[in-house]
């Protein structure tokens, strides 16, 4: 694109590789990146490197955070003995926003998807099973989507608890087929946590 | 957002300053860009940065670019007697993807709209003005969209310089080509009906 400059041609074609940023968009975000002030686009430049360089995985729940363990995993509030499998963190806060859920999460970042050569190694789905080997937990809900490669996980993880006695459950359906978590309103996604039934 | 870590929750807040970035997309963005490399992080923020620091506008037309002049007012091959007013630097993409125009630009950043304020001082009307006092153009085409503020903008612009003697014309509204019928607005139907041409 010889038209722009070659600072915006870079930029736009950065902004163009992030997911749901068209090259409409991209052009859009760039030209308004260039009218910002400096100082607006240094703490933006900061944020993004802030954010990337001291972030890290809860050692608890695989969820991503600034500590070892994540607010909620330090929570003395939050009851131990009932974990929330979700597939990123996106999810974990969409449950978060309901307040109603008192246990504690485990964040897969992922689902299993044969299509996308996705495997239960792929996800942390050992970090899972760890922590259920102490008897601490008596319960797993499972929050996966309600698509294909949340619902073949479900069943993977189910199959894989269920011989060690621990209940195991999934959450209602309520939520949409094909629904993504993070865009369910939240009536939805506690009527779905209340039917939840025993895999 | 406690279930975040400060250092997400802040690059969510930064990316949701930007435009047509709403709250869910920010989340989305973000956790993408903590799961990218260091390097390509690097890379964006750098993109931001330095398109940012090294852009300004160009001495004649008023575009971003990178130098004094930009590389369509350097390019000896365009006619500088033909002149494209057009409100911001995309439009100006816009009409050189088609590689048919040949003359040069001018870019407004922005157009009249008094219901927002926005008056013939605060877009780069002088310098487009003072492009024309030498009798070194033949014709000014105003290119600014088929918006309120666009077509108020053009006929204010016309107005300005129509005693000149300098020739102005309008790039055409109508029906867009491919456009079908049924599902085109009633003004621009009416336009394209008031526009026609013999055959």
Redesign the interface.
């Known amino acids: 694109?010889?038209?722009?400059?070659?600072?915006?041609s870079?930029?736009i074609?950065?902004?163009s590789r992030?997911?749901?940023?068209g090259a409409k968009?991209a052009?859009?975000?760039?030209?308004?990146?260039?009218n910002?002030s400096?100082e607006q686009?240094?703490?933006?430049?900061?944020?993004?490197?802030?954010?990337?360089?001291?972030?890290q995985y809860c050692k608890s729940c695989c969820t991503?955070?600034?500590?070892e363990f994540?607010?909620?995993c330090s929570d003395s509030r939050r009851n131990p003995r009932v974990i929330m499998v979700v597939e990123?963190?996106?999810d974990?806060?969409a449950y978060?926003k309901t307040g109603k859920f008192d246990g504690v999460y485990h964040v897969l970042h992922g689902a299993i998807s044969p299509m996308l050569g996705i495997g239960p190694d792929d996800i942390r789905l050992k970090e899972l099973m760890r922590r259920l080997q102490n008897n601490e937990v008596d319960e797993v809900i499972i929050a996966t989507n309600s698509s294909l490669e949340g619902e073949t996980t479900a069943m993977y993880i189910s199959k894989l608890i269920k011989p060690s006695g621990i209940k195991v459950s999934r959450i209602a359906s309520g939520v949409p087929v094909g629904g993504d978590l993070?865009?369910i309103d939240e009536v939805t996604l506690l009527r779905a946590l209340e039917g939840r039934v025993e895999l």
């Open positions: 694109m010889e038209y722009y400059s070659s600072h915006i870079n930029l074609e950065q902004l992030l997911p749901g940023i968009s052009q859009r975000l760039a030209f308004h990146i260039v910002m400096s686009v240094r703490q933006l430049a900061d944020s993004m490197l802030d954010a990337r360089n001291n972030i991503l955070t600034d500590q994540c607010p909620i990123n963190p996106r974990l806060a978060e993070e865009y």
